[in-house]
T-cell receptor, first 116, second 114 residues
């Protein structure tokens, strides 16, 4: 069974640009969550989707947004990029309705964004 | 939100047991304790989880204090492949509201010496 797939794996953008990252969950998983990982802050929760609805949102500015499609694939978008947005963006899928419950999270390898 | 506290780093020798501690003094009655680990250049992977009783699986054991304010992940025989960052997090299935924040922190970086 294929794992969680994130694209692109690496990308470089300049300040002010916008970026869209994609996540394909494990087949049958309907919950997708996104995380930002930086050396200083560790893993921080961005948002979570289930059945195309955002169910939870972390403490990030409105420049960070996401959506989920009917096939459970998810995208996240960051507009007006800042240098501090450079990070590894991780996507995780879960079989259960909400990744806050006891369901195991399956992570992708991440998309590493560098903002120059 | 319930938060966990872990040592920044720990070191172990190969084939020796490793005990990774986690404090969660503000844990609520419905919080499950989860452990994940992140190998270099990979996303985190699930290790184990529990609620009140100690748990064992093929990867590790989880020992939960009687008051649930702390727990310990036990790797029975460390291997070089166990060198990773280990995260202890709390997950609450009953309070997953719109403002729920899932706090991971920096975890414990485990080094395994050959």
């Amino acid at each position: 069974k294929a794992g969680v797939t994130q694209t692109p794996r690496y990308l470089i953008k300049t300040r002010g640009q916008q970026v869209t990252l994609s996540c394909s969950p494990i087949s049958g998983h309907r919950s997708v969550s996104w995380y930002q990982q930086t050396p200083g802050q560790g893993l921080q929760f961005l948002f979570e989707y289930f059945s195309e609805t955002q169910r939870n949102k972390g403490n990030f500015p409105g420049r960070f947004s996401g959506r989920q499609f009917s096939n459970s694939r998810s995208e996240m978008n960051v507009s007006t990029l800042e240098l501090g947005d450079s990070a590894l963006y991780l996507c995780a899928s879960s079989q259960t309705r909400d990744s806050s419950n006891t369901g195991e999270l399956f992570f992708g390898e991440g998309s590493r964004l560098t903002v120059l | 939100d319930a938060k966990t506290t872990q040592p920044n780093s720990m070191e172990s020798n190969e084939e020796e047991p490793v005990h990774l501690p986690c404090n969660h003094s503000t844990i609520s009655g419905t919080d499950y304790i989860h452990w994940y680990r992140q190998l270099p250049s990979q996303g985190p992977e699930y290790v184990i989880h529990g609620l009140t009783s100690n748990v064992n699986n093929r990867m590790a054991s989880l020992a939960i204090a009687e008051d649930r304010k702390s727990s310990t992940l036990i790797l029975h025989r460390a291997t070089l492949r166990d060198a990773a960052v280990y995260y202890c997090i709390l997950r609450d299935p009953l309070n997953a509201g719109n403002n729920r924040k899932l706090i991971w922190g920096l975890g414990t970086s485990l080094a395994v010496n050959p």
